[in-house]
């Protein structure tokens, strides 16, 4: 199945070739003219491959929020953790606020400490 963004790119295509406007072909896809245009450029360069069978290879990023943890977080992580200080995930989010000035859950820190090949410890304590 060709999916619905591709098949809307090809009738805009088809639609210039037999001589529509671009904002006649703009309101009868409801699509905003930039975007139509963007389309239409990308047939021009890339012919058939300008259609994107992958629509996110095409339009670049896929969608979504930039991600907010940098590599460089990840190697302060790895510092802190090379001394001999016992840290928990709430005590290291901290650290990672003050240093980066990012809010961070516990549980993405934890997730990251075991992407990044960290295991923890339990320690019971004694009386």
Known sequence: ???FKVRRRAQAVR????????????????????????????WLERGIEGLGQRSYLVDGKPPGARPRWTPAMSAFLGELLAGEEAWTAPRLQEA??????????????????LEMGYRWVTRKRTF
Do not use: N
């Open 15 to 42: 639609l210039a070739a037999q001589g529509w406007t671009a904002p006649r072909i703009a309101r009868h896809l409801g699509l905003d003219r930039t975007t139509l245009h963007r389309d239409l450029r990308r």
């Open 1 to 3: 199945m060709v999916p």
């Open 96 to 113: 990672l606020e003050r240093r980066f000035f990012v809010t961070f859950h516990p549980g993405t820190v934890r997730r990251k400490l």
